[in-house]
């Protein structure tokens, strides 16, 4: 089974710090025209890049469309080799540039693709891992959170990659068991305890590693080569037994809904059979929750301003977006916010919503809308 991790991304700006509720406030001049519901059909990532430009990359496609510092839609990239011949494979969306290129995630096959603007692959990098985040350094250098599965353990890792010599060298790493689905029940809210760290970037000198689990920050200074462990001054979220009840039945009516939806794959009777299997293991799994479970101390943290990391609270009531902010420097929590907006349903996931100098920019559900997404750039009020 999956673990799943709710991940989010959030930036922070000097002068909202004394407020408790930060209003994210449409930016009527930003993308002010489109075709929304062909620009963001499967939109899977949004990844705005340095000088205000900006990039969605589509679930499944190859197309990755481009937009000026304005929002202004520039064209729609699809990448490939100069001869024709061979053709990419199992796309992945583009985590930032290097030297004006792109570059992909890894594929299943460990491939990153690296295209300049019109789209031509210029450079393959492959590695004998899977990358769940990357982060664009200096020196041609990006910053790669992978894992390997070993036979009974899952291997993840930060790692240093250098584009020009296509060497890495870990940073960072942690081993977790792999949970097996042949028992008799499985409690799914374990399922949200895990091993997977965040990446921050906190200056060209220093990468943060965030560990949910652990409530630790590890800084990697690039100069010195060395790792610093900090604590985080909070505890982390504690489920009750109820609360561990709720999330267990959602999840089986989750799953039971999903039934019908195996009969557009292959061996739908196979699929169908193992999604069977696992809500019975749920709900057998309902006698054993019996007392509270500790969880992670926060749910996704990034870097904020100055040498701030805002970290988002694990399980929370739906629209409070209640973070910690804290200071890497003053090794402390400074204060505690939450976002609230009238113009979208916020959805503040990491591939859907960032914030770059000052904007936060989303792929947003227009409020009151049946499903319209766009992409929005909001101020902070």
């Given at each position: 089974m999956k673990k799943l991790?709710?991940?989010?991304?959030?930036?922070?700006?000097?002068?909202?710090?004394?407020?408790?509720?930060?209003?994210?406030?449409?930016?009527?001049?930003?993308?002010?025209?489109?075709?929304?519901?062909?620009?963001?059909?499967?939109a899977k990532k949004l990844t705005v890049f340095d000088d205000g430009t900006a990039i969605i990359s589509h679930t499944n496609e190859n197309r990755y469309s481009l937009f000026d510092k304005n929002g202004k839609l520039l064209k729609d990239i699809k990448i490939y080799f100069e001869n024709g011949k061979k053709k990419p494979f199992n796309l992945q969306?583009?985590?930032?540039?290097?030297?004006?290129?792109?570059?992909?995630?890894?594929?299943?096959?460990?491939?990153?693709?690296?295209?300049n603007d019109n789209g031509l692959i210029v450079k393959e990098i492959t590695v004998d891992f899977s990358s769940h985040e990357m982060i664009s350094l200096t020196n041609n250098k990006i910053a790669l959170f992978g894992g390997t599965s070993w036979e009974t353990q899952w291997h993840y890792f930060v790692a240093i990659l250098d584009v020009n010599t296509d060497d890495y060298h870990i940073?960072?790493?942690?081993?977790?068991?792999?949970?097996?689905?042949?028992?008799?029940?499985?409690?799914?809210?374990?399922?949200?305890?895990?091993?997977?760290?965040?990446?921050?970037?906190?200056?060209?000198?220093?990468?943060?590693?965030?560990?949910?689990d652990e409530g630790k920050l590890l800084l990697y200074n690039f100069t010195e080569n060395?790792?610093?462990?900090?604590?985080?001054?909070?505890?982390?979220?504690?489920?009750?037994?109820?609360?561990?009840?709720?999330?267990?039945?959602?999840?089986?009516?989750?799953?039971?809904?999903?039934?019908?939806t195996w009969q557009n794959y292959p061996n739908?009777?196979?699929?169908?059979?193992?999604?069977?299997?696992?809500?019975?293991?749920?709900?057998?799994?309902?006698?054993?929750?019996?007392?509270?479970?500790?969880?992670?101390?926060?749910?996704?943290?990034?870097?904020?301003?100055?040498?701030n990391i805002l970290f988002f609270d694990y399980i929370e009531d739906a629209g409070k977006n209640s973070f910690h902010t804290y200071s890497v420097g003053q090794n402390k929590t400074i204060y505690k916010n939450s976002f609230q907006c009238a113009d979208c349903d916020l959805s503040i996931t990491k591939n859907k919503f960032v914030i770059h100098n000052g904007y936060v920019y989303g792929i947003q559900k227009v409020k009151g809308s049946k499903n319209e997404l766009r992409l929005v750039r909001f101020e902070m009020k």
């Amino acid at each position: 089974m999956k673990k799943l991790l709710l991940i989010i991304t959030i930036l922070f700006a000097s002068y909202i710090v004394d407020a408790q509720n930060i209003n994210l406030v449409k930016d009527e001049s930003y993308a002010v025209s489109g075709d929304w519901t062909k620009i963001c059909d499967n939109a899977k990532k949004l990844t705005v890049f340095d000088d205000g430009t900006a990039i969605i990359s589509h679930t499944n496609e190859n197309r990755y469309s481009l937009f000026d510092k304005n929002g202004k839609l520039l064209k729609d990239i699809k990448i490939y080799f100069e001869n024709g011949k061979k053709k990419p494979f199992n796309l992945q969306p583009v985590f930032g540039k290097i030297n004006n290129l792109y570059f992909t995630g890894t594929n299943s096959q460990g491939i990153i693709y690296l295209f300049n603007d019109n789209g031509l692959i210029v450079k393959e990098i492959t590695v004998d891992f899977s990358s769940h985040e990357m982060i664009s350094l200096t020196n041609n250098k990006i910053a790669l959170f992978g894992g390997t599965s070993w036979e009974t353990q899952w291997h993840y890792f930060v790692a240093i990659l250098d584009v020009n010599t296509d060497d890495y060298h870990i940073i960072y790493s942690d081993f977790e068991d792999i949970m097996s689905l042949r028992g008799e029940y499985v409690i799914y809210a374990k399922a949200l305890i895990n091993h997977r760290v965040d990446m921050v970037k906190i200056s060209d000198d220093v990468l943060a590693i965030a560990v949910p689990d652990e409530g630790k920050l590890l800084l990697y200074n690039f100069t010195e080569n060395s790792l610093i462990e900090k604590k985080l001054d909070w505890q982390p979220k504690i489920l009750s037994v109820e609360e561990q009840k709720k999330i267990q039945t959602d999840a089986i009516e989750k799953y039971k809904k999903e039934f019908d939806t195996w009969q557009n794959y292959p061996n739908p009777e196979k699929l169908a059979e193992k999604q069977q299997e696992l809500v019975k293991q749920l709900e057998n799994g309902m006698n054993h929750i019996t007392e509270p479970l500790t969880v992670s101390w926060y749910s996704s943290a990034i870097k904020g301003n100055g040498d701030n990391i805002l970290f988002f609270d694990y399980i929370e009531d739906a629209g409070k977006n209640s973070f910690h902010t804290y200071s890497v420097g003053q090794n402390k929590t400074i204060y505690k916010n939450s976002f609230q907006c009238a113009d979208c349903d916020l959805s503040i996931t990491k591939n859907k919503f960032v914030i770059h100098n000052g904007y936060v920019y989303g792929i947003q559900k227009v409020k009151g809308s049946k499903n319209e997404l766009r992409l929005v750039r909001f101020e902070m009020k």
